[in-house]
T-cell receptor, first 115, second 113 residues
Framework: NAGVTQTPKFQVLKTGQSMTLQCAQD?????MYWYRQDPGMGLRLIYY???????DKGEVPNGYNVSRLNKREFSLRLESAAPSQTSVYFC??????????????FGEGSWLTVV | AQSVSQHNHHVILSEAASLELGCNYS??????LFWYVQYPGQHLQLLLK??????LVKGIKGFEAEFIKSKFSFNLRKPSVQWSDTAEYFC???????????FGRGTSLIVHP
């Protein structure tokens, strides 16, 4: 059981380049999330998708777009990468974001460096 | 908005020492509480969680946490740490309306053999 799978694991981008981080989950979860992790800042929510066909902004959405392609897949796109977007990105999923007891399961992370 | 404070940013212990990591949150209503662990180079894994019932929660690897509602706290404890507990620990809290957890900034634990 793979859980949450995200690709690529490592990426170096030049300022202004674009890229898409891919994420898929095999737990039949309704809700999916993208977080970024920065030293001393913990995890901050970028975007989430409550269910297939919906997406909403989190705490730090600027510079990002997302697509909930189907129930399994939730991608994160950087249209014009900036050095401030150097971070570790985690995709996550849960059964349903609106229920008490909502427990989030994380992917293994994508290390992104923007030079 | 919910906020989560982890008071200890870096903790260094020797093996067999006892551990307590603090976590406080701001919201006064019904909350869900979590501790996650991130071993070096790995993703976050759930250590334990509290939704309701007994405020003393036991998790994996000998960890436990106590929910004290009056203090808005959910501190993580382990009686005797091991070198393999070296990791970063995150407290997270969610509350009604949208149960998406807010994470604390994390505590880096180093255990010397």
């Amino acid at each position: 059981n793979a859980g949450v799978t995200q690709t690529p694991k490592f990426q170096v981008l030049k300022t202004g380049q674009s890229m898409t981080l891919q994420c898929a989950q095999d737990m039949n979860h309704n809700s999916m999330y993208w977080y970024r992790q920065d030293p001393g800042m913990g995890l901050r929510l970028i975007y989430y998708s409550a269910s297939e066909g919906t997406t909403d902004k989190g705490e730090v959405p600027n510079g990002y777009n997302v697509s909930r392609l189907n129930k399994r897949e939730f991608s994160l796109r950087l249209e014009s990468a900036a050095p401030s977007q150097t971070s570790v990105y985690f995709c996550a999923s849960s059964e349903r974001h609106s229920l008490s007891g909502n427990t989030i399961y994380f992917g293994e992370g994508s290390w992104l460096t923007v030079v | 908005a919910q906020s989560v404070s982890q008071h200890n940013h870096h903790v260094i212990l020797s093996e067999a020492a006892s551990l307590e990591l603090g976590c406080n949150y701001s919201y006064g209503g019904t909350v869900n509480l979590f501790w996650y662990v991130q071993y070096p180079g790995q993703h976050l894994q759930l250590l334990l969680k509290y939704f309701s019932g007994d405020p003393l929660v036991k998790g994996i690897k000998g960890f436990e946490a106590e929910f004290i509602k009056s203090k808005f706290s959910f501190n993580l404890r382990k009686p005797s740490v091991q070198w393999s507990d070296t990791a970063e620990y995150f407290c997270a809290v969610s509350s009604g309306g949208s149960y998406i957890p807010t994470f604390g900034r994390g505590t880096s634990l180093i255990v010397h053999p």
